[in-house]
């Protein structure tokens, strides 16, 4: 889990936004995990992506 990976020190990089379509399937495929942040597929504004992510990981890291 991305919390517990972040919680034990390790370093993670985080793709957000790139415009209308998301990433190009290029580098979508090099990445070993996938991080839905809405959990059901919709697409957020970049500034709502970056703004959302840290709350929502906050949140998670209070349920583990």
């Not at 991080?35 to 597929?41: A, F, H, P, S, W």
């Not at 970049?46 to 959302?52: D, F, L, N, S």
Request: aromatic residues 2%.
């Amino acid at each position: 889990m991305l919390v517990r990976q972040i919680d034990g020190g390790e370093s993670v990089l985080l793709l957000v936004g790139l415009g209308p379509h998301g990433l190009p399937k290029k580098i979508f495929d090099i990445g070993q995990h996938h991080l839905d942040i809405t959990e059901k597929g919709l697409s957020l504004e970049t500034c709502t992506a970056m703004g959302i992510i840290p709350a929502v990981l906050s949140s998670i890291n209070r349920k583990v």
